[in-house]
């Protein structure tokens, strides 16, 4: 499984950037598709997951209410919609995807990373 990451840039704060994470012949949809992020200095941390079971979305504290998953299924892609963004979200974003449906467990399959710089 190939996953693709892309959408990153640089951004004011407050603004918005959408993250797309394609998987070209790969059918998302009975698969958890989580986000991550890696920040410099920090450990990478989950930042949301829609599992493939029953589509449900969890959101980390930390962006919750401003970070929204999504997905099109005709272009096997998942979207991750930032907004209201903040310096504390600058990071290396990656998605990936696991041989499960639950967002808990090991994740198997990650994409390349995609930078997002949150800066005046």
Request: proline share 2%; net charge positive.
């Amino acid at each position: 499984v190939q996953l693709q990451a892309s959408g990153g840039g640089l951004v004011q704060p407050g603004g918005s950037l959408r993250l797309s994470c394609a998987a070209p012949g790969f059918t998302l949809d009975d698969y958890a598709i989580g986000w991550f992020r890696q920040g410099p200095g920090k450990e990478r941390e989950g930042v949301s997951c829609r599992s493939g079971s029953d589509g449900s979305t969890y959101y980390a504290n930390s962006v919750k209410g401003r970070f929204t998953m999504s997905r099109d299924n005709a272009k096997n892609t998942v979207y991750l919609q930032m907004n209201s963004l903040k310096f504390e979200d600058t990071a290396v974003y990656y998605c990936a995807t696991r041989a499960g449906s639950s967002c808990s467990g090991a994740w198997d399959y990650w994409g390349q990373g995609t930078l997002v710089t949150v800066s005046s």
